[in-house]
């Protein structure tokens, strides 16, 4: 069954550590997307990669990182610089081919820091 | 760069009846596309309707039609025939067709939609 995975559902993390967030696809899309949303807001891009072993800042990326080693992963840490992580934390990708316009997002995760 | 505004935080409709969902945007490109994504209470997005900017058509997907005016800078959404699962926050999004800007999507703030019996 195609689809994008994120795990885990949920994440409680302790102020000072660094913290992994998963997000595999099995679609074979090319790019793939994380995304943050806090409440009354909408989605803001962390990070984003159009190829294995490149990826490329967003609107908030300061206090992430990400690495983007095989095609189907795409794991974002979010790092003890990062003042604010409480969010829910969203990961997307999208194909290069037809119907290259749009993204298919994953469950998400939600990340409590406490 | 582009904004996208949603100017109703909330809305509600009756079951069967029809409503409809405002976003505006601001973009000083010709070519684009637009989306309408739904994210109910399990908070995964979903895809409910997009539109290319350069066609003149209005898209539609069974209950879910949008009003595209390209002048004007708008882009509605439409839902007839309400059903109880059709409540969710409702996400417009705009993304550009610059292939470099990488497919990044501007999204709005969202509207949520109450569906009462």
């Known amino acids: 069954d195609g689809g994008i995975t994120q795990s885990p559902k949920y994440l409680f993390r302790k102020e000072g550590q660094n913290v992994t967030l998963s997000c595999e696809q099995n679609?074979?899309?090319?790019?793939m997307y994380w995304y943050r949303q806090d409440p009354g807001q909408g989605l803001r891009l962390i990070y984003y990669?159009?190829?294995?072993?490149?990826?490329q800042k967003g609107d908030i990326a300061e206090g992430y990182s990400v690495s983007r080693e095989k095609k189907e992963s795409f794991p974002l840490t979010v790092t003890s610089a990062q003042k604010n992580p409480t969010a829910f934390y969203l990961c997307a990708s999208r194909t290069q081919g037809k119907g290259a316009d749009t993204q298919y997002f994953g469950p998400g995760t939600r990340l409590t820091v406490l | 760069a582009q904004t996208v505004t949603q100017s109703q935080p909330e809305m509600s409709v009756q079951e069967a009846e029809t409503v409809t969902l405002s976003c505006t945007y601001d973009t000083s490109e010709s070519d684009y596309y637009l989306f309408w994504y739904k994210q109910p209470p399990s908070r995964q997005m979903i895809l409910v309707i997009r539109?290319?900017?350069?066609?003149?058509q209005n898209a539609t997907e069974n209950r879910f039609s949008v009003n595209f005016q390209k002048a004007a800078k708008s882009f509605s959404l439409k839902i007839s025939d309400s059903q109880l699962g059709d409540a969710a926050m409702y996400f417009c999004a705009y993304r550009s067709f610059n292939t470099g800007t990488a497919s990044k999507l501007t999204f709005g703030t969202g509207t949520r939609l109450q569906v009462t019996l």
């Open positions: 679609l074979n899309h090319d790019a």
């Open positions: 539109q290319e900017a350069y066609k003149q």
């Open positions: 990669s159009q190829i294995v072993n490149d990826f």
